[in-house]
């Protein structure tokens, strides 16, 4: 008889819960016994970026970021996220990336939005960004390809870029003989199913792929907050305001799609789909709102994200808040083939912009970041009675000189927080991506952002489970209850004992199907309508796999049948080296193979 707490394949299907907070002791820097090249890869929803570094066996010898992209004129930090594809552009004999996409091409931006759009809508998400039409064609996808495949083909576009740079610069066989640690970067916010799509593409484009390679992912607040606190935590005459011992200090990352929020964790970082790019969505529907028809009959590709309207308008903002300046914006190239008026200079074909237009544009970001930053200011507060004496402000939208200007208004009305953001705020991502594997930097300790539960079933109490959930199992015919059971794991990780049917001669698949549940106190039945399933992991052992003296066999009168079952175990790895979830295949306490999740059965 399997002792209370198995997991059994088959009739049962449950739900499991997890503790809050998990210890995730900070890894001192391993010794390497070879050099190693870090690779640090921002794939960010508008600007992507690449930070390298190349280790000897002790010491580090080279740290830099990518510059001079290809087609950027400015050796910029970062490449625009945009790909078009030859097949819809005659004039290519090859997909064109980044800065080479001209806004003549058929192109496709903001890609990343769409990784996670089967994931429910958090508090602080922009409530149109699935819904509105404007947004639709910013976001829209070529019929060969799903977002993941779009993320997969420009993430295979840098890969080589940066494999043929590093080649150049270390020598071809240097290279060949390298292993690389790949670190790629992801919303802390986003669905587990979100975060393995970005995983896969990756691999897929060739991160991690060539033997020895290794490819892990870190979420942005933690890559951040790695770059920032070296930065402020460093010694010497010339650190201004370094961070002290026992400072708390409030990482906000304002990028693209997702300003997040996160050195130990006072508490849970929280985030919301409403970045900069909502800015520009804010515009197309002004621009359809003033000028109706006019705007609307516009070419996309005059009006697109890599167009020349929002180049243009990227410029404006860019420098909005710079100074109290009143006067008007003019936003162009664009031929609307109506009469001047006050909005509108047909001649030069340019929209005109009033400061309380770009007013209009910004505030209601500004307002959900407020909310953001005073939600985790409140949190650190009722949680570990912290009070938050600064906070740094990084991400490409970091950089907004009104976005400074109205937080700091914010923070001197509450309690005089002190407002900073560094030098070149835009690329402190994937400083700290690649910071975290050269120097093995990391948070002493995570929050965990949602308890989790796998399918265990256990002994019915009668009188206290459900009859609906009960079923006799086949092995020994004890009655069993579905959907319950003990937290999963309340450290880094937790063993599950599992017996899975078994016929002798044949291949072994068993599959339990792993939740989630966002409360601070989750139910103890899956049934509940405020628990979500993730996907399904899914074990298999081949039929030449060794069972050996492991198979447990029974008569069940009741069927009139012998019974096999195997006794093995799963494990679910949470807060490892990187930011997915990872299982494995144990038998007998040694791990024998990996576990996989499947997604989007549910």
Known sequence: MAPRGHARHGSADSGERKRKAVSNPARAPVEQE??????????????????????????????????????????????????AYKAENPSLQSNKWGFEVNPKLTSYSWTKLLLDKNAAAAQYDDPSLFSDMSTKEMMRLPNFRDAPGVCEDFLREVFEYV?????????????????????????????????????????RAGFGNRPDDEIFTIAEP?????????????????????????????????????PRLDFEELCVGIGGKCGSTYIDRKLHALLSQRFGTAFEKVPWVQKDPGSKLMTCFEGIKRDFGLKDDLDE???????????DSVFYDGE?????????????????????I???????????????????????????????????????????????????????????????????????????????????????????????????LAYIDEFDNIKMCRGR???????????????????????????????????????DYVRDPRVQEVGSIVSKFDRNFDFGPNI???????????????????????????????????????????????????
């Open 34 to 83: 070879r050099h190693k090249i870090i690779v640090g890869v921002d794939y960010g929803t508008t600007f992507s970026g690449i930070f390298s570094s190349f280790i000897t066996l002790r010491v580090s010898v080279l740290i830099y970021r990518i510059l001079g992209w290809p087609g950027d004129a400015h050796t910029s930090w970062k490449t625009p996220t945009r790909i």
């Open 163 to 203: 494999s043929a740079k590093l080649r150049r610069e270390m020598t071809d066989f240097t290279f060949k003989n390298t292993p690389m640690e790949c670190w790629i970067t992801l919303p802390a916010i986003w669905s587990d199913e979100a975060k393995d799509a970005t995983l896969q593409a990756a691999k």
């Open 222 to 258: 933690e890559a951040a907050a790695i770059a920032t606190l070296k930065k402020y935590t460093a010694s010497g005459p010339d650190v201004l305001n370094p961070v002290k011992p026992n400072d708390n200090i409030l990482i906000l990352d304002c990028g693209g799609g997702t």
């Open 329 to 339: 914006r003019e936003l162009g190239p664009i031929n609307l083939n109506i009469p």
């Open 348 to 368: 030069e074909r340019l929209v005109k912009l009033s400061y309380d237009d770009m007013q209009d544009l910004f505030d209601p970001v500004i307002q959900d």
């Open 370 to 468: 407020t909310q953001l930053v005073g939600q985790q200011v409140r949190d650190a507060k009722s949680n570990n009675a912290a009070k938050i004496d600064r906070i740094i402000l990084v991400g490409g939208f970091g950089e907004s000189p009104y976005l400074f200007k109205e937080l700091g208004k914010w923070c001197r009305r509450n309690g005089g927080i002190t407002l900073m953001c560094p030098d070149h705020p835009q690329s402190a991502v994937v400083r700290g991506a690649a910071l975290r594997g050269l120097e093995g930097i990391a948070p002493r300790m995570k929050r965990a952002r949602r308890h989790y539960g796998i399918g265990l079933c256990f002994r019915f109490r009668e009188g206290t489970d459900p009859e609906e």
């Open 485 to 523: 059971g003990e937290k999963v794991f309340n450290d880094t990780f937790r063993t599950n004992p599992v017996s899975t049917t078994y016929t002798r001669g044949q291949a072994l698949s068993s599959e339990l199907r792993l939740f989630s549940c966002g409360l601070s106190d989750p139910p």
């Open 552 to 602: 447990e066999t029974t008569y069940n009168s009741r069927l009139g049948r012998k019974v096999n079952q195997f006794p093995h175990q799963i494990q679910v790895r949470f807060g490892d080296k990187g930011e997915n979830l990872q299982f494995k295949n144990l038998v007998k306490g040694l791990i024998v193979s990996e576990a996989v999740i499947e997604f989007g059965r549910h």
